[in-house]
């Protein structure tokens, strides 16, 4: 019989921090970063607390901190609220999504996230609007913008549309998306079909506009 002892992994507090690889995460995420993320990379509770109390990391809200030194960038309050609520959960969509890919007019009232129904008992958090979905979101209802998962043109401009938003609204930002080869017309009828007949009315008025 051997007598060998097998070592224990270290704790998790007892992993020497590696800034290098945490200032690497929040570089992709506007300067963000989560408490989970900060203790991959070495943080414990304790760690970030005291970062936080000299100055180096700003807590924006629970679970959620801001390197202090990184600048400030436009919509840093969506990616915050997408980060928040948990980037494998959310979506950035509605009228947010239509504010980062320049369509319509609209300016967001709230940071505006889709989430699968089953998602729906998500915690409310101040300035996000959480949408639910039981409609899959499909690899070509997703683009990326500034490090965020944002819904494509088409399938922001359908969700925006169903939700009510302006009609002058959508159409404008339809025929913005099919100038800018944003979205397909053949795609848009498609898809707006599954929506109701006011739906399908309103885009397929707003692709007159684009033909005309």
């Not at 945490?22 to 005291?50: D, P, V």
């Not at 008992?121 to 979905?133: D, E, M, W, Y």
């Not at 938003?165 to 998306?177: C, G, H, K, N, R």
Request: hydrophobic share 40%; net charge positive; glycine share 6%.
């Amino acid at each position: 019989m051997s007598d060998a002892i097998t070592p224990k992994p270290p704790h998790p507090s007892s992993i020497r921090p590696d800034r290098l690889r945490l200032f690497e995460i929040a570089s992709e995420q506007g300067g963000y970063f989560t408490a989970h993320q900060a203790r991959a990379c070495g943080y414990s509770f304790a760690l970030l607390s005291h970062h936080v109390k000299s100055g180096r990391f700003i807590r924006v809200r629970r679970g959620l901190y801001r390197l202090r030194e990184y600048p400030s960038s436009p919509r840093e309050d969506v990616l915050a609220a997408w980060l928040a609520v948990g980037k494998d959960a959310a979506v950035v969509s509605h009228g947010s999504a239509l504010d980062l890919l320049g369509l319509s007019d609209v300016i967001p009232d709230a940071a505006h996230l889709v989430v699968p129904r089953s998602r729906r008992n998500l915690p409310s958090l101040p300035g996000v609007k959480i949408h639910t979905t039981a409609r899959p979101l499909r690899p070509s209802d997703l683009t990326y913008h500034d490090g965020m998962v944002i819904t494509s043109a088409t399938r922001t401009i359908l969700d925006a549309a169903e939700a009510g938003m302006a009609p002058d609204q959508i159409e404008l930002a339809v025929v913005q998306a099919v100038e800018r080869g944003l979205a397909a017309p053949d795609q848009f009828r498609r898809d707006a079909a599954a929506r109701g007949r006011r739906v399908a009315a309103l885009i397929e008025g707003a692709l007159r506009r684009v033909a005309a």
